[in-house]
């Protein structure tokens, strides 16, 4: 989406725990929080906490209760009165008032609360998992390619939603987002790539070439490996994300990977100077890493080419017939989206500036300060209030910062 004198925003929606999630009020005080951030802000603003703002916060139980159409048709009312009315600057270079639309671009969240606040099924084994394209989970499971003529349309999910029938057409429910009046709900998803290859794809495949190397070839230990991953000099930058040590259970799957996006991201980057020396560069395990390890380093790039996009598709196809031929698993829905990134960095740009990772982030103040305050009467406004106020002192602190540049409402009563 193009728009003259117009600032693009998207909307983050994920729930957080922010009390113990081993005791007794495990989801109690679950709270679901909905941020927004500028996406016209350059990169270097994009990727900190500082452009997360918070939308709304509200209990995830009311959430269920209430269904996601309730809270979105909030939002829906802010936005159309943000697009139509805009915002009303003071712009010094013009000395004049200028006033600036607000329109929502996409939607950033992972797969979960894309599908629940899309209209999708939040269930991943549903006969149509994708949100993007209709393709059928059986074909799914092998396929390598983007099928671009399933990619879903406007007008097909508008149809698609009238018609209710959730095994036929993989939709829900039509959400209140298609009420916006500038874009179609189906064009705001988006792939998340710290869900889909940080928490899912990588994770998948260090697992597998780890329970080969180290409990099918006896290349070297699980000690000898976490002796290795506590010893080496990261650097200063990646020493912030060290990786933990990693279980046995994890590798033979009874148990989670164990570690966060950001120290999977450290992992996957220093992985070969921690084992390259104790297996075979010719094993078509090493190999599939190999592939992955490129594909990564192109898809976290901030600035992409349209040869780089072609190399990239290249790249996750031949990925995805090696990964079926050497582990003789089926396809996972985050799989499956590595065939669409190229189409989605071609139509909206490098996928980085997409990603959860600084909402994530976000959430540590909540958790922080619950555990501090420890007041549990109104969790939703106690910790909406102390943010806000923490963020109005950021913008207060800011030497560009000027409240006599905004032009709202009540200044114009006031004079």
């Known amino acids: ?173 039509l959400t209140c987002l298609q009420n916006l009046p500038y874009v179609s709900a189906i064009q705001l998803p988006t792939f998340d790539i710290m869900h889909d290859l940080f928490e899912g794809v990588i994770p998948d495949v260090v697992c597998f070439l780890l329970d080969s190397f180290i409990n099918r070839k006896k290349n070297f230990t699980l000690d000898k490996l976490n002796h290795r991953i506590e010893a080496f000099n990261y650097g200063l930058h990646y020493g912030k994300s060290k990786p933990r040590e990693i279980k046995a259970q994890a590798i033979t799957g009874k148990s989670g990977f164990g570690l966060t996006s950001s120290q999977t991201i450290t992992l996957t980057i220093f992985f070969p100077f921690l084992i390259a020396d104790l297996i075979s560069k010719e094993s078509r395990e090493w190999n599939l890493f190999i592939l992955l390890r490129c594909i990564v380093d192109i898809v976290m790039n901030s600035e992409l080419s349209v040869s780089k996009v072609g190399k990239l598709q290249f790249l996750v196809q031949e990925f995805l017939i090696e990964y079926l031929d050497v582990t003789k698993k089926h396809l996972k829905p985050k799989f499956h989206h590595m065939t669409q990134y190229a189409s989605a960095i071609l139509g909206d740009g490098p996928l980085k500036r997409f990603w959860s990772m600084p909402f994530e982030t976000n959430h540590k103040f909540f958790k922080k300060y619950m555990q501090i305050s420890c007041n549990f009467m109104n969790v939703p406004k106690t910790t909406a209030q102390k943010y806000q106020l923490q963020k109005c002192f950021q913008l207060l602190a800011h030497p560009e910062f000027k409240i006599q540049n905004v032009k709202t409402e009540n200044s114009e009563n006031d004079e």
């Open 1 to 173: 989406m193009k728009f003259q004198d117009c600032i693009i925003i998207d909307i983050f929606y994920d729930d957080v725990e922010i009390s113990n999630p081993l005791g007794s009020k495990t989801s109690k005080h679950k709270l679901a929080q909905f941020y927004f951030s500028i996406s016209d802000f350059p990169d270097y603003l994009n990727s900190t906490t500082r452009n997360c703002f918070l939308l709304a916060s509200l209990k995830s139980n009311d959430l269920k209760i209430c269904g996601p159409n309730v809270i979105m048709q909030c939002i829906v009312n802010e936005l159309t009165v943000l697009y139509e009315q805009g915002i009303t600057f003071f712009d010094q270079d013009l000395g004049e008032h200028k006033t600036y639309k607000i329109a929502l671009g996409k939607i950033r969240e992972d797969n979960l609360g894309q599908h629940s606040g899309i209209g999708f099924p939040e269930g991943f084994t549903a006969t149509y998992p994708c949100i993007m394209c209709s393709i059928n989970k059986s074909v799914m499971r092998t396929a390598t390619s983007g099928h671009y003529e399933l990619l879903r349309t406007e007008t097909q999910f508008l149809v698609d939603a009238a018609e209710g029938n959730l095994k036929k057409t993989g939709v829900k429910f």
